[in-house]
């Protein structure tokens, strides 16, 4: 059986931008029935380090903007241009991630229904 370690003070990651490696992707349905690829990161340096942070990038038209943002953000580049399918998106997002090495993410909290969730948004490489 595994030991767990548990800091409260890990709890309360600040706003802040952070580096951080890239650690599991994975891929489910919405109650909508949309793909969404959730990223884990992993932070690796500062007080907050090994804490893990997660986004969920819904593959769909209205969320083009911020899918081609995060490519560019890891690749340097925008989407490949023309048609796919949602599955060779998430599998052309899921590549550029894989193959990223340490990224600056930014962290920011916001209230949804009530609770307090964290935002990430990947600004590129470390």
């Known amino acids: ?3 767990l370690t548990i800091n409260p003070k890990l709890f309360n990651l600040e706003d ?3 580096t951080a490696i890239v650690k599991k992707t994975s891929r489910r349905r919405s109650q909508k ?4 690829l959730t990223v884990t990161y992993k932070i690796t340096e500062g007080d907050f ?3 893990h942070v997660s986004d969920s990038l819904t593959i769909t038209e209205e969320s083009l ?3 081609n943002a995060t490519y560019k953000a890891l690749t340097g580049e925008d989407l490949p241009e023309g048609e ?7 599998d052309i997002l899921e590549e550029a991630l894989k193959e990223a090495g ?3 993410i930014v962290v920011k909290h916001e209230l949804f229904e009530g609770e307090r969730r964290a935002r990430v948004t990947v600004k590129g490489e470390a």
């Open 33 to 36: 029935g949309n793909l969404v």
């Open 102 to 104: 340490p990224v600056s």
């Open 1 to 3: 059986m595994a030991r």
């Open 16 to 18: 802040d931008i952070y």
């Open 49 to 51: 380090q090994n804490v």
């Open 65 to 67: 903007w911020k899918l």
């Open 84 to 90: 796919m399918d949602e599955e060779e998106l998430a």
